[in-house]
């Protein structure tokens, strides 16, 4: 069986305004069912053209609805993984259409996993979780929230040199593991390399989850730049808890440390990064300066 399952009563999740022509991302690790059946079929399939489709029309002619469909594995190989979410299906609407899969496809179907669940988060089996090709984790950022509250908890000057430690170790992951490749394209002119490698930072940080980034400055190319973050998820985390428990000001250091990690590393430079605006400030976005110093030792 490739899913785990705990039954569990709870509210739905909170639906807050959003973008509509954006979606949301929900990922595959875990799903949580409320108030009527849904079915999650894991197909085990030949890598071939046309496979998904033939599945979905399957499911259609049975008059279900698919509320979500994803491959959650890149099928490079001989089969691929394809995992369906199907609405207002309990558990003999979820065997009838397996067995109505695998009659109609044949031996295109290597196995189907069929879970069915109510009231219930359930957890799908898998090997790793991977961002492109690097091992990742998920942290909710409630998760963050209260992690990043506890080391306040252990006083202030203490946390400002831990969070920005940490922060400057992601900075230079995300250079090392996405844009390191970037900057050696020799072939392109120096500058557009740096535009460009910037521009994917604000790529970067918003898949991660962190944050919707911009960064003034791209077409000069100086020794200054202005970052406005916006959702930024450090700050927003610290919000909820507010003036009660200290955190008034400004209280970005694990940004501050991603800007200064990642920038240190793309131009080889020491940083000056600095805070100068923030949401718990009551203002609309997180801001900081970047000012590049004199050149970095090789890291």
């Not at 908890?153 to 996405?178: C, H, Q």
Request: proline share 2%; charged share 30%.
């Amino acid at each position: 069986m490739s899913f785990w399952k705990i039954v569990l009563k709870r509210k739905g999740p909170l639906v807050k305004k959003r973008e509509k022509d954006i979606p949301d991302l929900y990922l595959d690790t875990v799903y949580f069912s409320e108030n009527k059946p849904l079915s999650l079929l894991l197909l085990k399939a030949i890598n071939k053209p046309g496979i998904i489709f033939k599945v979905t029309e399957i499911i259609a002619g049975k008059g279900k609805n698919i509320i979500k469909l994803n491959v959650p594995d890149i099928a490079f190989g001989d089969y691929g993984f394809v995992l369906i979410l199907i609405d207002n299906c309990d558990e003999s609407c979820g065997e009838d259409l397996k067995k109505e899969i695998v009659n109609r496809l044949g031996n295109d179907i290597i196995k189907i996993d069929v879970f069915t669940s109510t009231n219930s988060y359930v957890f799908l089996k898998y090997n790793r979780l991977l961002l492109l090709d690097d091992e990742s984790i998920v942290m909710t950022k409630r998760m963050i929230e209260r992690a990043i509250y506890y080391v306040y908890k252990k006083g202030m000057f203490n946390a400002t040199a831990f969070l920005t430690d940490f922060g400057r170790g992601i900075g230079e992951s995300i250079y090392d593991i996405f844009i390191s490749e970037l900057m050696k394209d020799v072939e392109r002119k120096y500058e557009e390399r740096l535009r460009d490698s910037l521009k994917m930072f604000t790529y970067i940080y918003k898949a991660l989850g962190l944050g919707d980034m911009l960064i003034e400055g791209l077409e000069e190319l100086g020794n200054s730049y202005r970052i406005i973050i916006r959702n930024n998820y450090e700050c927003t985390a610290l919000a909820k808890y507010g003036s009660k428990h200290g955190f008034v000001g400004k209280v970005g250091n694990m940004t501050k440390g991603v800007i200064e990690g990642f920038f240190r590393k793309l131009f080889n430079r020491e940083v000056s990064v600095k805070e100068i605006e923030c949401v718990l400030e009551g203002r609309q976005a997180d801001v900081f300066t970047v000012d590049l110093r004199e050149y970095a030792f090789e890291l």
